[in-house]
């Protein structure tokens, strides 16, 4: 994880609703792999490591991203959800 010297911070498009579509389509994945799969222990084994791999790894990034951005990043996670959309 890192930010490059380029790096903007972009908040048009999908960013507009959410901060974490990548996250929040990861975990969606996970909760419909629990319904569909005949296995209900294959199923809730992935939805079991994929949300404490996404609360370790979100806290950092939005970490990062607020000693990168600060006040603009506040703004943003004001305006925004974090895997819900905010409409």
């Known amino acids: 994880m890192s930010i490059r010297d380029d790096h903007q911070l972009v908040t048009s498009g999908v960013?507009?609703?959410i901060r974490h579509p990548m996250y929040a389509a990861h975990?969606?994945?996970?909760?419909?792999?629990?319904?569909?799969?005949?296995n209900w222990?294959?199923?809730f084994s992935f939805l079991v490591?994929?949300?404490?791999?996404?609360?370790?790894r979100v806290n950092a990034e939005e970490q990062m991203m607020l000693e990168q951005f600060g006040e603009?990043?506040?703004n943003y996670m004001q305006r925004?959800?974090?895997?819900?959309p905010r409409f």
């Open 15 to 17: 960013f507009k609703h």
């Open 49 to 56: 490591v994929s949300i404490p791999q996404y609360l370790l």
């Open 27 to 38: 975990l969606l994945w996970a909760v419909a792999q629990v319904l569909m799969l005949h």
């Open 41 to 43: 222990i294959a199923g």
């Open 72 to 74: 603009q990043y506040k």
């Open 80 to 84: 925004t959800g974090r895997i819900i």
